[in-house]
């Protein structure tokens, strides 16, 4: 049977590799698309924890968690492009000016 | 009897007259004064000298044990329960006789300046200036001698020093000038340290800086606790004093600065290193006499002190070419014969010796002076000769001085400087012997410095028109020749001695009774000496004509001989021209080695102090350097961090 | 778990991150070949954990295995590719994957609204976007990663430290079995209906608040879309990339 530690882990995965892709990848777009990522872990959990609790309230959340991805995919994606309309790149390395 | 308040008002008045001619010549000159700023001195130092005549003439009216008074004038420096310096002035006969002397010779110097200070009538560059040092040496040195305890004896000793420094570099813009007047502070402070030195040793033992209960406790042999003072600490008490003598006295090894401050004008050589400052040395022996004679060991050294500085001094002399340089060394080997007459117990002849010595040798200083003005500031005689002619009135005067210091019969240096020979003769045969030598030299190197300078053809430097000195510069003189000539018989037995025996309460405790060489000292008493001193009277005359005569032959008749020896002997000769390398001695031993000390310290403040603060301020711009990684502007950076601390927590988390 | 599980398992996990690591784009020619080797050990290992653990039984349990590995080597392939439509695609294979796995778990109704909306509306969006923002060529930022080590270093730190965790409460018996079918609270009427009737009587707020977030979104989005903003050049944007601040020396 799949126990709850297999959501979860496969859950923890999906999330440490969009972590990994937000911390590494230079252009703005995939940075988002990594987080992304980060959510398709989260819902995975969410259901797993769902699953283990025979309860709905779970799928509920994942639900919800859906409705918030897709709002800051648009907002995130509206910054993205005023940001490339302003240096016409999308490199994230072009926006250090606050560095020490 | 002494009256207390009149007295006390002499006693200010000796002070406080020079202090205010000094400020009123210093503030008032430059503007108000200007040519005329001499008045402010002559006044100032006026007023001295005749309170200073009033006070000796009061002095010598009261009986013996009545002639000494101690005047409090106010707590100086306040303690827990006492005060721990008070300002008092002592006066006694000794007092008396060096303000005097002083006063006297420091008037006659500072109406001679107003003519030397001249050149063709108009003030030079710092007349005022001068004036004004000169007035404030005069107050110093009478705050030295007036001083009723150590503490104020020290104030004045390095105030006179002060002042020699400022006179000695009055033309400062010479390099040599500005140079020996930085000697002679350096040298006389290295003597004062030892002199400092001394003070404070007196004080840990004694307790108190007053003379009377200090010399009374040496006496005794107690300290301030009663317990007996020991032998070593005398001696070393005495020997610290020595130390300070020697500098101020330019005794060897601390003579090298005398020679080198005849860079001042000639009437700064006639007061100060002549007359007053370098007697300063020999009055502070002679003050301290009860410590002195409480050790024989010290006796001993200051008598051979003495008489070694002596002989030196005179064996540079006879080869100097500079006049006022040869001056300036038959001083420091007078000045020997007078320390040679303290550590011999004769500090009343000492005394005696200082006050003759006084007249011909400022006589002396101020007629070179004369010289130096006719020839236009030259004052070495291969460049000049045979004056007598142009330089009549000079001529006579340095005539007189030269027979006084030589020790021509029956003039003042002649008794004074037969007391010392026969006092140091009872002593030790090879101190009076060393004394008898030193007297043939000196009347040697005199005239040698007569001939070459009067006689023979007129020579003069190029360009140099010589005419004879002002009015004021031969008045001046002219006193001091009358004092050259009849000071002397204040001290002679026919005259019964006024001299001695004015000072004997002053000694009468210390030199006379400690004297282990002559019983009682005194003129009355013969036991064999009255024939004995005649003859030595008599042997000293034939010594003295003896040298002249010697350079009569060597510089008048047969010019050629001084060459030929020089010829023969040309290392000795070389040698004493040199002035025994002492001055090179010094550079290597004392001034090379602070040099070096200097930059060590300069390369320490450069490279360890600064370096520390260097580390000081690198620890945060290296600190910041490296936290700058942080704030790369990057957002992946800032998360990167934040994720990292996440697996920290969690890891934390979990490993417990 | 045992000492060797326990090992097994970080190894596993470091394969994993090497696999990922050879993957990112780091401005060289891709090591296909170590790359591929790399993967494929990753998740093999990955699958052969999984069955020294749980006893093989279940065809539940080897189509979750599968979806699994689907979905996580797409996402891998999501943030290592070097070019941004073919994250985007990848992303799409991942969506796919875990919708797949939210219906093993019975919960239909999230796994179709995933693939609609994720995969039909906010993917094309970033297809659209790339589209509109692309610069020609293959450009530096795709091409290089920036600091992959440590990226990756803390992310499957993480992932191991979570999975560490859960596997120990696993073993104390902490999550038992859950339901064999996935049973629900209502499960006669099926998911969507319970989803429904929970989501309207239950949380009712959220679903409004949700309503009211997505129309802020879309007021956002137009109000973004009509600002002037005028060019902000530097030099050129290659200068305008700039260092990083490390170049002011402290001396």
Known sequence: MIGLADYLIVGAILFALGVAGFLCRRNLIVIFLSTEVMFQGVILTAVGFARFHRHLEGQAFALFLLVIAAVEAGLALGLVMLLYRRRRTLDAEAWSVMRG | MLDFESTRGLALAVVFGPLLGAIAAGVLGPRVLRAGTHFAAILGVGVAFAASVILLLRLQGASADQSSIVIPLFDWIAGAREPLVRAALLIDRLTGVMLVTVTGISLLVVIYSRDYMRDHGHAVRGYERFFAFLALFVFSMCMLVLGGNFVLLYLGWEAVGLCSYLLIGFYY???????????????????????????????????????????????????????????????????????????????????????????????????????????????????????????????????????????????????????????????????????????????????????????????????????????????????????????????????????????????????????????????????????????????????????????????????????????????????????????????????????????????????????????????????????????????????????????????????????????????????????????????????????????????????????????????????????????????????????????????????? | MTTASSVLLYAVFAVGGAAVYAMAPKGEAPRRGLTTILVLAALGGFIAFLFTQFPVAHAERVCFAVFALIAVGSSARVITHSKPVYSAIYFVLTVVAVAAMLVLSGAEFLAAALVIAYAGAILVTYLFVIMLAQQPGSPVYDRRAREPLLAILTGFMLAALISHRVMVGEGAGNTANSGATGITASASLGNTVGIGAIVMTQYVVALEIAGLLLLMSMVGAIALSRKKVEKEYHESPAAALGLAGREAPPF
Not at chain 2, 222 to 240: F, K, M, R, S
Not at chain 2, 499 to 507: Q, T
Not at chain 2, 546 to 566: E, F, H, K, N, S
Request: glycine content about 10%; overall charge neutral.
């Open chain 2, 173 to 656: 813009e010479k390099p040599s000038a500005a140079a020996a007047a930085n000697k002679a502070f350096i040298v006389n402070r290295i003597g004062d340290f030892g002199f400092g030195l001394g003070l404070l040793l007196i004080y840990l033992t004694f307790g108190t800086w007053e003379y009377g209960p200090v010399f009374e406790m040496v006496q005794r042999g107690v300290t301030a606790t009663g317990a007996a003072v020991g032998q070593g600490t005398l001696t070393a008490i005495a020997l610290l004093l020595l130390c300070g003598a020697c500098g101020k006295s330019a005794q060897f090894p601390l003579h090298v600065w005398l020679p080198d401050a005849m860079e001042g004008p000639s009437p700064v050589s006639a007061l100060i290193h002549a007359a007053t400052m370098v007697t300063a040395g020999i009055y502070m022996i002679a003050r301290c006499g009860a410590i002195f004679t409480s050790s024989a060991t010290a006796m001993s050294i200051v008598a051979g002190i003495g008489a070694f500085t002596a002989l030196m001094a005179a064996t540079i002399a006879i080869v100097q070419t500079d006049v006022k340089r040869i001056l300036a060394y038959s001083t420091i080997s007078q000045l020997g014969y007078m320390v040679l007459g303290i550590g011999v117990f004769a500090a009343d002849s000492a005394l005696f010796h200082l006050f003759t010595h006084a007249f011909f040798k400022a006589l002396l200083f101020l007629a070179a002076g004369s010289v130096m003005h006719a020839m236009g500031g030259v004052i070495d005689f291969r460049n000049f000769g045979g004056l007598k002619k142009v330089l009549p009135w000079t001529f006579s005067l340095f005539l007189v001085g030269s027979l006084a210091l030589a020790g021509f019969p029956l003039l003042s240096g002649f008794f004074s400087k037969d007391e010392i020979i026969h006092h140091a003769l009872q002593a030790n045969k090879l101190l009076g012997g060393m004394a008898i030598v030193t007297a043939a030299l000196t009347a040697f190197y005199t005239f040698r410095m007569f001939f070459r300078t009067f006689s023979g053809p007129l020579r003069t430097p190029p360009g140099v028109h010589a005419h004879e000195s002002g009015g004021w510069m031969i008045f001046s003189m002219a006193v001091l020749a009358l004092g050259a000539l009849f000071a002397g018989y204040a001290g002679t037995h026919i005259t019964g001695q006024p001299f001695h025996k004015s000072l004997e309460p002053v000694f009468a405790s210390t030199f006379l009774t400690a004297n282990p060489f002559h019983a009682s000292h005194g003129a009355a008493t013969a036991h064999g000496g009255f024939l004995g001193e005649y003859g030595l009277m008599i042997l000293s005359g034939a010594i003295a004509l003896l040298g002249i005569l010697a350079a009569y032959v060597l510089y008048v008749q047969q010019p050629w001989i001084p060459g030929l020896i020089r010829a023969t002997f040309t290392k000795t000769y070389e040698f004493l021209w040199r002035k025994y390398e002492l001055d090179e001695a010094y550079d290597v031993v004392v001034v090379t080695p602070l040099r070096g000390l200097g930059r060590f310290f300069v390369g320490w403040d450069d490279y360890f102090i600064d370096g520390l603060i260097w580390i000081v301020t690198v620890v945060p711009r290296a600190a910041a350097f490296g936290l700058r990684a942080f704030q790369s502007g990057f957002l992946q950076s800032y998360a990167l961090t934040m994720v990292a601390g996440l697996v920290i927590i969690v890891l934390l988390a979990a490993w417990n």
